[in-house]
């Protein structure tokens, strides 16, 4: 057959890959994708539209994977491995060798371009949203300043460099050589952007989004994003009516300053109020993927009608979804896979489908190639490296920061598509322009490498993510949602403001439940209810203003529902709304035969997640703030999960944390270990406490560590309870129709002096 070229060429590829398993996935993707290409050839002629592009998608995915796949492995970005996908699937490589088999994979029907296109385009704003889920607002607002310098100087001095190239070149490179400052300014824009895509991919590839730098560099290229739209958008009224329309481009910029400034104020609280509410309200599966993709769509298409291309509205979109206190994490990990592993190949693959390498076979051509590549990393680079130093930078942080501005990726093929579409570029300058922006794209990684071994990491940022990494694996600061079940009892409102110091730190929402609201007595009165909220907020809100430095009411959402169902059905009908804690206080908590009230089970055998039960004595109920805490430790999951608790309310109040080992001995209790097995076990506690001393230290509470080998646990939790206002305790959930924590924990429960926590984890 006469694709059997083709498809042993392919083959051998796998063959040549120096790693043994890109070899063998080469190997068996070169024999798939030959197939694919001599059925689509084949069939083109016949085949439906639809059927053409699932074999372009197919393909796409395929090649792009492997491609992909390579170049990580080799320090590449895997971005640039699809990206030279479609380079190689288009005119460079198989329309060169086999042009038919080419075209019948690619027509260059305009319909049928247009629906890969549409895909792709889909594919650029789920991109967008992503990289905008994964930017800290928090670090963006210490480092806007910094970035913004870089913008501005990053953009001006490149901008400046391709206008004087677009002035200094040949007429035979200029489709209307009249016109020649049109193409000026599309140089100069082309020059100056860096792609917020590109660049956000690499930098998360890298694992360098975490980083000062990398969030630096990130927001200053969505800066240069949005300054490089609005230049376009006066291109466009200059090459449209010859001259610059003022109200037009005051149109744009004022509209993209309201739009910023509504997305990061109103939008943010509105776009939290439409996760939450679709997610409790909605039955239907993967109700809040469709509430983000809709956000996300009409954000788009507001940029749009202001002017600004539709991807900034698609990453603000991100940004503000990613600093939504609810469901972020099941909202990432549910999207993410279908962006990479569809969207991600099919748009870089597409966009390198429109690059022609031939035109460099012209010597001439490929020398000014080669001269616009040095002229536009020396103008980024030296435009970012002014604005960091500006911008209070070091010198070795400066020259990271310009190495990693320098890609250019699929920013330039949308402004050089839109440059050759409107006449403003010739086809040989779009090729010499998208080949810069793969060469910058290509060089970027190892430049950024080689950069960031010479930025020494400041104490600042090496505890900061030692502490993201510590949080990353930890309970307390994976919690995105609590759900609170008190009545009004002292012991309730103790409880409350257990919730309210868990729930400021982070702006979590809070969601109450009253639990004797659902009996005809506690309803009849509607203004009775409304205080009993009232009351139960400002508790709440009370103690989240602990610890604070100022007076200010914390940004955290408390929500009270009334429920219209039976105990238990209401428990288990709110848990389904996805809560990742849920927190008890009542006063019916001691059944009087002992153990845990009947009410207290029956809320417990209603939620299936982690549960946190507040036991409070008539002493200490009205307290709201304990003044030393004692948290019991064994090396076990759970008693870490507790501690985690314990150093949250700690950190709230500003109370001090004691730090009890409680393992009790091997044999019977009070029996003593001797010799080897004595010193090896008493090394291990000590490094037990010292693990949660230490994860307490992190968070600036002060702990202390305490010890009782000789007793019994429970003997050993009395002795310190003494001495402490709150005891904070974890423990598991045993088997049976009663709630019952083990042994230890109901002598606890029976002869404490002061309020407990069960953290049921």
């Known amino acids: 057959m006469v694709w059997q070229p083709g498809i042993i060429g392919l083959a051998a590829w796998g063959h040549l890959v120096s790693r043994p398993v890109v ?50 492995r080799l320090g590449q970005p895997s971005v640039a491995g699809m990206l030279l996908a479609g380079i190689l699937l288009g005119p460079s490589a198989l329309g060169a060798l086999l042009p038919d088999l080419q075209q019948a994979l690619f027509p260059a029907a305009p319909e049928q371009k247009a629906m890969l296109d549409g895909i792709a385009q889909v594919g650029i704003l789920l991109l967008l949203l992503l990289t905008g889920m994964e930017t800290d607002l928090e670090l963006v607002r210490e480092t806007g300043k910094t970035a913004l310098s870089v913008a501005v100087a990053g953009v001006t001095v490149p901008f400046i460099c391709g206008v004087v190239l677009g002035e200094l070149l040949p007429d035979s490179l200029l489709p209307h050589p009249e016109q020649r400052l049109i193409t000026s300014l599309f140089l100069g824009t082309a020059l100056s952007i860096s792609s917020i895509k590109i660049v956000g991919a690499i930098v998360r590839e890298m694992d360098f989004t975490r980083r000062n730098l990398g969030q630096i560099i990130v927001t200053s290229a969505v800066y240069e994003d949005s300054i490089g739209w609005i230049i376009i958008a006066i291109t466009f009224g200059l090459a449209e009516a010859g001259s610059i329309d003022a109200l037009s481009v005051g149109k744009i910029v004022l509209g993209t300053a309201v739009f910023l400034a509504t997305s990061l104020t109103i939008g943010r609280r509105l776009i939290f109020f439409l996760i939450r509410w679709v997610n409790d309200n909605f039955q239907s599966d993967f109700p809040v993927i469709t509430t983000i993709l809709v956000v996300m769509g009409l954000m788009a298409l507001a940029t749009h009608l202001i002017g600004v291309h539709s991807v900034l509205g698609a990453f603000v979109a991100g940004v503000l979804i990613g600093a939504s206190p609810i469901l972020t994490k099941q909202i990432d990990s549910q999207l993410r896979a279908l962006i990479l592993a569809f969207f991600m190949p099919v748009f870089f693959g597409a966009a390198g489908l429109s690059v022609d390498l031939k035109i460099l076979s012209d010597p001439r051509l490929a020398l000014m190639t080669v001269g616009l590549i040095v002229i536009a990393s020396f103008g980024k680079f030296a435009g970012a490296f002014i604005g960091a130093e500006v911008g209070g ?5 400066a020259l990271a920061l310009a190495c990693g501005m320098n890609a250019r990726g699929s920013t330039e093929v949308i402004i050089a598509t839109i440059g050759l579409s409107m006449g403003a570029l010739s086809q040989d300058l779009f090729t010499m322009i998208v080949t810069m922006a793969i060469a910058t794209t290509m060089a970027m990684p190892p430049m950024l490498r080689w950069a960031l071994a010479r930025v020494p990491m400041s104490g600042a940022e090496r505890a900061r993510l030692e502490r993201e990494k510590i949080e990353a694996e930890a309970f307390v600061p994976n919690l995105e949602r609590l759900l609170l079940a008190v009545d009004e009892s002292p012991n309730g409102r103790f409880a409350a403001s257990l919730a309210g110091m868990m729930a400021a730190r982070k702006g979590l929402p809070l969601t109450v439940l009253p639990l004797r609201m659902n009996r005809k007595e506690d309803t009849a009165d509607a203004d009775a209810v409304a205080a009993w909220q009232q009351r139960t907020e400002e508790v709440v809100r009370a103690a989240a203003r602990l610890g604070r430095d100022d007076d200010a009411a914390p940004s955290f959402s408390v929500t009270v529902r009334a429920p219209e169902l039976p105990l238990r059905e209401a428990i288990a009908n709110e848990a389904r709304k996805g809560y990742d804690l849920l927190l008890v206080g009542t006063a019916n908590t001691r059944s009087e035969s002992g153990g845990f009230h009947r009410e207290v089970t029956r809320i417990a055998a209603a939620f299936e997640g982690p549960l946190a039960l507040v036991v409070g004595r008539e002493a200490h109920r009205e307290q709201s703030a304990p003044a030393k805490i004692l948290v019991p430790v064994a090396g076990t999951e759970v008693s870490r999960r507790a501690a985690e608790v314990a150093i949250s309310i ?14 009790g001995t091997p044999g019977t209790p009070g029996t003593r270990r001797s010799g080897r097995h004595a010193g090896r076990a008493r090394r291990e506690e000590q490094a037990i406490m010292q693990d949660i001393v230490d994860l307490a230290r992190h968070y600036d509470v002060q702990a202390d560590d305490a010890m009782h080998s000789d007793v019994a646990p429970a003997q050993a939790i009395l002795i310190e309870a003494k001495r402490h206002d709150l005891i904070v305790i974890g423990v598991n959930r045993r088997p049976g129709d009663q709630l019952f924590f083990g042994e230890t924990a109901a002598v606890v429960l029976e002869q404490a002096p002061g309020p407990i926590v069960f953290v049921a984890s």
Do not use: D, F, K, N
Request: charged share 15%.
């Open 393 to 397: 930078l070091t010198r070795a942080e």
């Open 23 to 72: 070899a063998v996935t080469g190997g068996i993707a070169a024999l798939l994708l030959g197939s694919t290409l001599v059925i689509a050839a084949e069939g083109a002629a016949r085949a439906p539209s639809e059927v053409i592009l699932l074999t372009q998608l197919v393909v796409l995915m395929l090649l792009g994977r492997l491609l992909g796949e390579a170049l990580r």
């Open 650 to 663: 700690a950190r709230a109040c500003g109370s001090p944390l004691t730090v009890l080992y409680v393992a």
